[in-house]
């Protein structure tokens, strides 16, 4: 149980177009959704907290503009990496969680990169 | 990383040895966590030990927390080829359910 998948699992892009990474729990409600970057050899930074039907609240230093975060539903949320750079090339994890579990169940992440 | 660090950053051991990561964190927690992440993949789950516990062994693991320093370690015992992964601390604070990371440590078990 408590499944988290991501679609895609890779994708290759040129500059300027947006990107849109879906996360989604498979066999249970998530009350939370979190997404992550993670650069190569260094840790997963949070970006933002997303909860079905609200706005997601965005990590410092984190543009909300740039990335655009969609809860529509307890079972799905999306990120959209608009206008791409270099820059933004990464792995983007999303977790999952429900009200008063504990832990956070991972995606197996997105890898994005920016041509 | 927006919690703390971890060291060593790098470990390389021979397989049968035991393999020791510490992690320290800048805040008070509600619980800290360890997950593993193999290349490239996503992170699993090891173990979770709570703000008010300072043990806890699951198989081959064992974790230590010592709040009054925030920090935490996890021992791998009888380390496997299988259980090189990069490892990761993550300590939830109790506010908005968010995790955040240590700087991971690089485990490298040699057959």
């Known amino acids: 149980g408590a499944v988290v998948s991501q679609h895609p699992s890779w994708v290759i892009c040129k500059s300027g177009t947006s990107v849109k990474i879906e996360c989604r729990s498979l066999d249970f409600q998530a009350t939370t959704m979190f997404w992550y970057r993670q650069f190569p050899k260094q840790s997963l930074m949070l970006m933002a907290t997303?909860?079905?039907?609200?706005?997601?609240?965005?990590e410092q230093g984190v543009e909300k503009d740039k990335f655009l975060i969609n809860h529509a539903s307890l079972t799905l949320s999306t990120l959209t990496v608009t206008s791409a750079h270099p820059e933004d090339s990464s792995f983007y994890i999303c977790?999952?969680?429900?009200?008063?579990?504990?832990?956070?169940?991972f995606g197996p992440g997105t890898r994005l990169l920016v041509l | 990383s927006q919690q703390g660090e971890e060291d060593p950053q790098a470990l390389s051991i021979q397989e049968g040895e035991n393999a020791t990561m510490n992690c320290s964190y800048k805040?008070?927690?509600?619980?800290l966590q360890w997950y593993r992440q193999n290349s490239g993949r996503g992170l699993v789950h090891l173990i979770l030990i709570r703000s008010n516990e300072r043990e806890k062994h699951s198989g081959r693991l064992r974790v230590t927390l010592d709040t009054s320093k925030k920090s935490s370690s996890l021992l791998i015992t009888a380390s496997r080829a299988a259980d090189t992964a990069s490892y990761f601390c993550a300590t939830d604070r109790g506010t908005g359910n968010q995790f955040y990371f240590g700087t991971g440590t690089s485990l490298t078990v040699i057959p």
């Open positions: 997303s909860n079905e039907g609200s706005k997601a609240t965005y």
């Open positions: 805040t008070s927690i509600n619980n």
């Open positions: 977790s999952a969680r429900v009200a008063g579990w504990e832990t956070q169940y």
